[in-house]
Nanobody
Framework: QVQLAESGGGLVQAGGSVRVSCVATGHTANSYAMGWFRQASGKEREFVAS????????SYADSVKGRFTISRTGAKNTVYLEMNNLRPEDTAVYYCASELRDPDYRRRENWKYWGTGSLVTVST
């Protein structure tokens, strides 16, 4: 049984930074692509970032490029999302995803496993 557990997040001021983490159990996370999505209140869940089995293979949504960094540690089966220069529009529940079933990593339906999410609130 694969399980993903997010942690981190919380309340941060605009312009600040926060990191969310995702620990994967039940499979060897470094053998699979991992991703982060987010869902703001009343909106669809959207792609944020992904990292391939090779940690140099990363992709970002245009809205976060240059501000967010995704990374992974194979030994600890952990994926991180470092978020800098946060904006109020970054406020959302951030979800970790694992095991990409299709090359189109930007579509949520192509990811097999999901965490329960971690709330990040950016205040003005």
């Amino acid at each position: 049984q694969v399980q993903l557990a997010e942690s981190g997040g919380g309340l941060v001021q605009a312009g600040g930074s926060v990191r969310v983490s995702c620990v994967a159990t039940g499979h060897t996370a470094n053998s699979y692509a991992m991703g982060w999505f987010r869902q703001a209140s009343g909106k669809e869940r959207e792609f944020v970032a992904s990292v391939g089995w090779n940690p140099v293979m990363t992709s970002y949504a245009d809205s976060v490029k240059g501000r967010f960094t995704i990374s992974r540690t194979g030994a600890k089966n952990t994926v991180y999302l470092e978020m800098n220069n946060l904006r109020p529009e970054d406020t959302a529940v951030y979800y970790c995803a694992s095991e990409l079933r299709d090359p189109d990593y930007r579509r949520r339906e192509n990811w097999k496993y999901w965490g329960t999410g971690s709330l990040v609130t950016v205040s003005t």
